[in-house]
Structure formats: C-alpha cells, structure tokens
C-alpha cells in the first residue's frame, strides 16, 4: 500500500510549495534565494514523479502483490516517500522556527545564522538524494520487476477469476447452512410468493457471511418454478456485455437455443435483444457480489418491470446497494450468535464424530478459537476445516490457538478468507486504505469513536480537502464508507443517525494488522502477541507491554504513539517521545498517571494532536504555545484549571477540549468546570470545538471572533453577562452545538437578545432557570428549525413547556431534568413526530404523565427516572408502535406492584430499578430481579447479550 505513503509525501511537498510557506521562506532566506529556487524546484519535481507514481500504483495488477522483487521494489518505494516527507517536514520546521523569532529580524539583518545556513544545505542536499532514488527506482523496476499484466484488461480479468473463484466457493456449501433459519424463510417467501410485480431482493453485510451460499440455497430451491432462471458473479471489475452475455446463454439454458448471433452484437443491442426476451417471462436472476450500484443499472437497468412474478436477487457488500432493494425487502446478514457458531464449528472439525461432538480435552481452546472467530461462517468454516485434518490433541489445538492471526495471514488452507477480505482492501480508494489500517491499529474489541478518529486521521494526513466541505465533514463520510462497505462495524448510532462509534471485526483485524506490518504502516504492539519495533516504526499502539518500552528505544521517524496499556510507566514517555521522536504527530496518552507535561513538548514541531484525556497533569507549559502545528488539544477532564496564556498562539487549533467533570450523573447542578482563559481567545479563528470554557466578560467578548466555531460549553455564566454574550454569538452562524451552564441555580438565563441565532444549531443543552418568553424567542422560532437534540435541565418551569416547544418537528432527543416542578405533562397528538428518545428525570411534582394516540409516533425509547410522585403507570404507552425499550428508574415497591399488574404494557419490553437498590456483577442482570439499576444514553449501551434481552410481563 505504497499509494498512501505516497499521498502523504504528495500532501506535505503541496504545503511546502503553499503560499503561506513561501511568504514565510522569501524575507527569512533573501540572502539564499538560488538555495531555495532548486529546493523548491526539486520539491516540484518530486512531487510530479510522486503523482504520476500513485496513479500507476493504483492500477497496478494485485498479481504483483505477491511477487518478492515487487515486493522489494514496493518496500524502496515506501522508504523513498518517508524519507521525502521527513525532509519536507525539516524545512517547514526550519521556516517556522525562524518565523516565530521574527520575521521584521530577518528583513533588516537578512539570514545568517551558521547553524541554519547549514541546516538549509543538507536540506537541499537531501532533496537531490531523493529524486536520484526515485529516478533509480523507475530504473530498477523496468530491469529487475516483472510486471503480471499489460493494461488494465487482464488486471480486471484476475480478479474476476479470484471473485467468481471465491463465488464458487460460497455456492458449493450452499446446502450446508447454519444459523441462517430465519433470512432462509424470508428468501424462501419473497422468491416463491405470488405476488406480481416485479421484486428486488438484496442479501448484504460484510464478506465471509455466507450471503452468497444463502442466496444459492434459495435460488436451487426455487430456480424450477419460474420461466427460466441465471446466475451470474459480477465482481469490482467487469465487463457489461461479457456478463450479458453470459446471463444471455444462462436463461436460455433450460430451453430455447440463445441466438448465436450474440457474440457479435454490441451493448445496446444485446440489452434491447434481452430486454424483449424477458418481457413476457416470469424469471428469477442473480446477481452475485455487486460492489456498486452503476452495475445494476449496466446490466439490468433498463429491462422494463414487467408483471409476472419476476425477482432479481442481489448479494452484496456495501450497504448503499441495499437501497435498490424493493420495499421491505433488504435482507441483512449478521455474524453466528455463539451456539449457532459452536454448532458449525463441530460440524467442521469433527464432521465424522457422532452428533458432531467435541472430544472434552479439546473443548477449551476449541470454544476459544470459535470464539476469536467472532460468528463469522467463512472464518469458522476454514479453521474448521483445518483443524479437521490436524492431530485431536490438546498440544496441536493449543498451537493453534496461539498462532491463529498467523495462520490466517499465511496458511493456504485458510486463502478463501484472505482473498474475501482482502479483495474488499484491495478496492478501496488510497486514502481509506490508510483510514482502515490504522483502526486495525487499536486493541481488539476496542469501540472506535467517531469524533476521536476523525481527529486523529485529519492530523495524520489522511483526509482530502473536498469544496467547502471541512475536513471533519469529508473525514466523516470516509467512516461512513468503511461501515458502508462492511470494513467496520456500527456499535452505535444517535438519535440523528449518525455513527457515534464503530469497531473492526477480529477477524478482519488479523489481517489488517498482517497488513500494516508488511507495508511498513504502522505497529499493534501487544505483549507476548507484537511485531518488532525498529528505527523505521512510525505509527505504534501500545495494548499492553510488560515494562517501560519507550524510553529505551531509539525511534526516530515516530508518527503516531498512542498508548492505552494504563498500568505503563509513563513518568518519562514525554520526555522520550521529544528527544527521540521529534517529526511526532500524535501523542495519544489518555488514562495514564501523567503529573507533568515537560517543557520539551514544545520542541514536538510536527505535533497536530495531543491527547492527555484522564490524566492527573495540573498545567501545561509555557512551551505549549510553540506547537504551531497543533489541531487537537484533548485536556478532559484532567486537574488543570487554568490555560496559559499562549495557547492563543496556536493558530490552527481546531478543537479544544479542556473540563472537568465533577458529577458523572450530570444531575447536580455543576456537573463540569471549564477552563479560564484569560485574554486574545479571539486569536484562535480556527476553532471549531470549544469545550468547555469559563464565563468571564473578557473572553466572553473575545468568543465572537472565533467565527468557524461549530461545537460552544460555556460555564458559569451570569445573568449580567447574558446581553454580552447573545452579542457574541450574533456572530458565530456556523454553531451546530450549544451548551449553556449558568452560574449557580438560581440566576436566569436570558436569550431573548439573540435576534439572529445561529440557523445550523442541532444541540441545545440549557443548564439553569430560562427568563419568561424563551421558547418564543428567536432562539427558538429561528434557530429551532433544524434542532435535533434539546436538553433542558435545572429550569425549573412551573408552567408545562411542551405546548411551547411542540413545533420543533424535527427533534430527535429530548430530555427533562428538573426542568418542570408542575404536576402533569400531556404529549398530544401530532406533536414532536421524529422523536426517538424521550428522558424525563427528577421532576419532583410529576404524578401524571399521558401520551394521547398521534403522539410521538416514532418514539423508541423512554427513560423515566426518579418520577417519585407518579401514581400510575403512564396513560397511552400502547400506542407508541414504535417503542423499543422503556426504564422506570428509582421507582418505589408500590409503582413495581403498578407495573406488574398493568395489562396496557403487555406487549413492551421494560426495565426498573427500585429505589436506592444497588445491584453488583452478575446481580446487575439477574433475570429473576428483571432490573436496571443505572442510566444509559442510548440502548446500545445496555449489555444486552448477558442475558435475556428483554423482559416482558405474560
């Protein structure tokens, strides 16, 4: 995977030659202009070679990929590009070293330091180096490395092979399902109905789920029953009128001769040709591992609906061809639950055993392979089939246990998955290709988070600027496409819908990490189970090591250090990550007992992200405002209380995140501190996310000047500052979040000045007493049309706020925490029509709460806790169609007796947790107590595989 390197070193020479580095370089080296002329000539060239490079890369035959001298050759390539982007990261840091001294220095005195002069000339000296290696390397490769292919044709004609290979595959254990009972019975009736119209029937999820073997079940079942009937593998590339064709001679394989006269016909004749062939026919076609929609469209896309009970039948892996299924009728493959997945295990590696039963000294590290395999059909089928053939013994099952991830990676008995997997990298774009290997990256079983990795894969370099899109937007629709495409899992999504985390199947992961060693991208360091750490490591996460491996090891071209083993000795890895590693552009320590961030932090000139979240550090050093380069700062919830002052130096700082949480509940009134920043916040135009900052009358003035800002906590906030601040935030329009925290509960927020309020907003979280008017103030009438999370807490409203906030259609979330002390809250018809989360939470008056038929009609979940006057079981929940889940939290005896003699909730599945019961371990989800005993934000946190999923009342 070259081509990302190479992006990269194409990217960072793009800056170097950018306008503002030029500005930068001409009055710092005018006594060195023909210095700086070749340096930067040769840049240009480079990066020419570097493109032309990728482009070639990209369309290289993947039969090379397992060629050693191409290999070789590959691995010089990859050294080259480093070796260039460390060179262009030396003179940036050399212009902006100078730069920060003075520039009006430099004008008057011109440029003389010794030390610089020389530094400019290795620089330089280094670039010439570079581009004689990329010159020898074209040279090389046309004498030394035989090339598989000679044009894109038979590129495209090997993978069709390997996919119509893998197709083979999958079809030939179609009669051997397992797991599958219920996705069979669907594809059974949608392919053997009566209805008329024609259906489109899609099967999708990640390769390895048996989508192929399912659908060729079905379709050997009901292929007889229809007019005539085909079967055809499409594959990422393909040719329309070869597959045409083919399908062509397919259907007409049972009956009449296909005309001969299709050999020569041209595309559009051949489509019109089948198009009135099927006109009057009722038939059954498969098209089998679809990677884009644009394939549909080239082979049946034109073929008139006709009204005879015709199906096509689709499997794919991307989720986004899903959406040409007819309605109702995408069907969704999931990895095996556990039994399922022991049962095909068996049946595998013990195929000639009665009842296909495990010997009892192999079960343990049997269950614990079948369980590393993650309920995967290919995966467990494969290793099954290779343990089949292997000794029964505990010493061999132990073996290879142990030795699983290199088993997948090298053993040919276990191809099949790797050329699944690895068919869906091979077509990913460059830059996700880098996004997916550094997920592989993180620890197994680790959730991904949506915001954390889109920040680090901007500092990495991974993500393209795209129109006026930000980066944090294109980079969010690189996750998308990994989900999309299957390469990562969604764990959780908000209310919105979008992904909130995600992680990577183990078995994918395996692989991937095979993958990042060998192409130099990075290093998942795990004790007693890691690669090798050299001097050419540039991305490592540290899982777990049995001692302090950093500050004995000599790491010069680290990228990206990100540890998560918490019980590492971490007194010194700062210390050593600047001395040694000084191009770093990720310093992920969150969770370690770091106490102080040294001074040589500052000299980290490459640093883009720092992450010391759950840290015990108190301040930063003054030398923090020397990390020019720096994007993310992530502070949260450490001991600091006080930025300093040069943080306002930091000029391209997107994100801020610096509070600290003192009530985890949330349900004091403070819950979080932000942090003071005492003068110049303004200074900071490229913030995006300021969380979470201290109210004061200066910085509040300042917080208008921070125009990109989409992301705004602010604490302690007076009620004399309310008219300064509605002033300032006139002017931040591109506000998607808002998080007010007054200053003490008994002040009142007053947002009745905001005349023009930011028309983006999506999140509103109100702390505090909201002045008389609120709800109709232009806040909310203006800003309130694209709402989609509302959070009012400590308000304290004597009057029913649901009547004044019921126009907001488009919420999604709404919760209520102290915020209304009156009796009774109807939710009537029509009102809030999205709403998927309802959380109503110490309301001390509240004894009736009704929900009249029309209301919230796609409401899924409802928490409601520490509603102490209620006295009955909410009127109307039966008519929530929609819900899912419902909590009654810190309910009282009497209400459970309530509950469980309520015939209304019958049919709903529902938790509790009586008042001040503490349930631990096992107790949490004892089925006979049927109860919760803590919060959550979405059901997606609740363990639901621990036990029974729900319980219902019978």
Not at 99 to 124: A, C, N
Not at 181 to 196: I, S, T
Not at 845 to 871: C, F, H, P, R, Y
């Amino acid at each position: 995977m070259a081509e990302g390197v190479i992006l990269l070193a194409v990217t960072k020479i793009g800056i170097a030659l950018g306008n503002e580095v030029i500005n930068k370089a001409g009055p710092l080296f005018r006594n060195v202009k023909a210095q700086v002329a070749e340096l930067q000539g040769g840049m240009s060239r480079i990066s020419c070679e570097l493109r032309l490079m990728h482009e070639f890369l990209c369309t290289m035959d993947v039969r090379n990929r397992k060629d050693q001298a191409y290999g070789v050759w590959m691995e010089e390539v990859r050294k080259v590009a480093h070796r260039i982007e460390d060179i262009v990261d030396e003179y940036l840091h050399l212009v902006g070293k100078r730069h920060e001294i003075g520039w009006r220095f430099y004008l008057m005195k011109g440029f003389k330091q010794p030390e610089d002069l020389l530094s400019l000339t290795q620089i330089v000296s280094q670039i010439k180096e570079a581009e004689t290696s990329l010159v020898h390397l074209f040279k090389a490769r046309e004498r030394w490395v035989p090339m598989a292919n000679n044009g894109p044709a038979d590129n495209s004609a090997y993978i069709v092979e390997r996919s119509q290979h893998l197709a083979s595959t999958s079809r030939s254990i179609s009669e051997d399902l397992v797991g599958v009972e219920e996705n069979r019975k669907k594809l059974q009736k949608w392919l053997g109905d009566h209805v008329k119209e024609r259906s489109i029937v899609v099967v999708y999820g990640m390769g390895g789920l048996g989508k192929t073997a399912l659908a060729a079940n079905v379709y050997n079942e009901k292929r007889e029953k229809y007019d005539c009937h085909a079967w055809v593998s499409v594959s990422q590339t393909y040719s329309p009128i070869d597959l045409l064709r083919k399908l062509f001679k397919e259907l007409h394989r049972d009956g009449e001769t296909a005309p001969s006269e299709i050999t020569t016909m041209d595309l559009i004749n051949i489509k019109g040709k089948l198009s009135k062939f099927l006109e009057q026919k009722r038939y059954l076609i498969v098209l089998d591992d679809v990677w884009k929609q644009e394939a549909f469209s080239d082979l049946l896309g034109e073929l008139a609906p006709n009204t005879k009970g015709s199906r096509i039948v689709i499997t794919t892996r991307n989720d986004d061809i899903a959406r040409l299924a007819s309605k109702g009728r995408a069907l969704k493959s999931e990895c095996l639950p556990d039994d399922k997945a022991w049962l095909l295990f068996r049946r595998k590696a013990f195929r000639r055993e009665e009842d296909y039963e495990c010997p009892t000294e192999l079960k343990g590290y049997s269950e614990q392979i079948v369980a590393k395999c993650k309920g995967l059909p290919l995966a467990i089928v494969s290793v099954g089939s290779l343990l089949f053939v292997r000794e029964k013994n505990p010493t061999e099952w132990k073996r290879i246990h142990d030795q699983l991830g290199w088993e997948l990676a090298h053993n040919p008995g276990l191809d099949d998955v790797r050329n699944t997997l690895y068919l869906s990298f091979i077509y990913l774009p460059s830059n996700l290709k880098s996004c997916f290997l550094y997920c592989s990256l993180f620890p197994e079983d680790y959730i991904l988070h949506r915001k954390i990795l889109i920040r680090l894969w901007i500092a990495e370099g991974f993500v393209e600027e795209r129109g006026h899109s930000t980066l944090e937007e294109v980079a969010e629709g690189y996750l998308n496409d990994l989900v999309h495409r299957n390469m990562l899992q969604p764990v959780e999504h908000n209310s919105s819908n979008r992904i909130r985390s995600c992680k990577m199947h183990d078995i994918v992961r395996e692989l991937a990490i095979d993958l990042s060693q060998k192409e130099s991208f990075g290093l998942a360091y795990e004790y007693g189970n890691h690669g090798i750490l050299d001097t050419n490591t540039r991305r490592l996460v540290v899982s777990k090591c049995s001692n302090d491996i950093l500050p004995d090891l000599q790491l010069p071209r680290l990228r990206s250090c990100i540890i998560f083993d918490k019980a590492m000795p971490s007194s010194r890895i700062l210390d050593s990550g600047a001395a040694k590693s000084k191009y770093i552009v990720v310093l992920e320590l969150r969770g370690l007992s770091i106490e102080k961030v040294p001074s040589a932090v500052g000299d980290l000139f490459n640093l883009r992200y720092l992450g010391l979240r759950d840290s015990k550090v108190k301040f930063l050093p003054k030398s923090i405002e020397k990390l020019s380069n720096l994007l993310t700062l992530d502070i949260f919830n450490d001991m600091i209380q006080e930025l300093p002052q040069g943080i306002v130096k930091l000029k391209n700082l997107r994100h801020l995140l610096a509070e600290k949480i003192v009530d985890p509940s949330h349900r004091d009134f403070i819950c979080r501190n932000g942090m003071r920043i005492q003068k110049d916040l303004s200074k900071l135009t490229n913030l995006q996310t300021l969380n979470t900052i201290e109210a004061r009358e200066d910085s509040i003035k300042e917080l208008g000047g921070l125009k990109q800002l989409r992301s705004l906590r602010i604490s302690n906030l007076k009620e004399t500052h309310c008219a300064l601040f509605c002033k300032s935030l006139l002017k931040l329009q591109l506000l998607n979040q808002l998080h007010i925290t007054m200053n003490n509960k008994y002040e009142i927020l007053r947002l009745n000045e905001l005349k023009t309020p930011p028309l983006n907003l999506q999140k509103l979280i109100l702390r505090g007493r909201l002045a008389e008017g609120t709800f109709q103030s232009p806040l909310f009438k203006k800003g309130g049309k694209k709402l989609c999370g509302l959070y009012l807490v400590w308000s304290c409203m004597p009057e029913d706020p649901l009547p004044s906030i019921s126009g907001l259609d488009n919420l999604t979330e709404l919760h209520l925490t102290r915020a209304f002390v009156g009796k009774k809250l109807i939710f009537k018809k029509g009102w809030f029509p999205k709403l998927k989360n309802l959380k109503l939470r110490d309301l001390p008056s509240l004894n009736k709460l009704k929900i009249n038929e029309g209301a919230m009609e796609n409401l899924q979940m409802l928490q409601l806790v520490n509603l102490k006057k209620l006295k009955d079981v909410p009127a109307g929940l039966e008519f929530l169609a929609s819900l899912q889940h419902v909590s009654f939290l810190h309910i009282t005896e009497e209400f459970l007796v309530l509950l469980q003699e309520c015939s209304r909730i019958q049919h709903i599945c529902w938790w509790y947790s009586t008042k001040d019961q503490v349930l631990q371990g096992n107790d949490l989800y004892d089925l006979k107590q049927n109860n919760i005993s803590q919060e959550f934000h979405s059901w997606s946190q609740f363990p639901f595989n621990a036990i029974a999923k729900y319980c219902t009342i019978q």
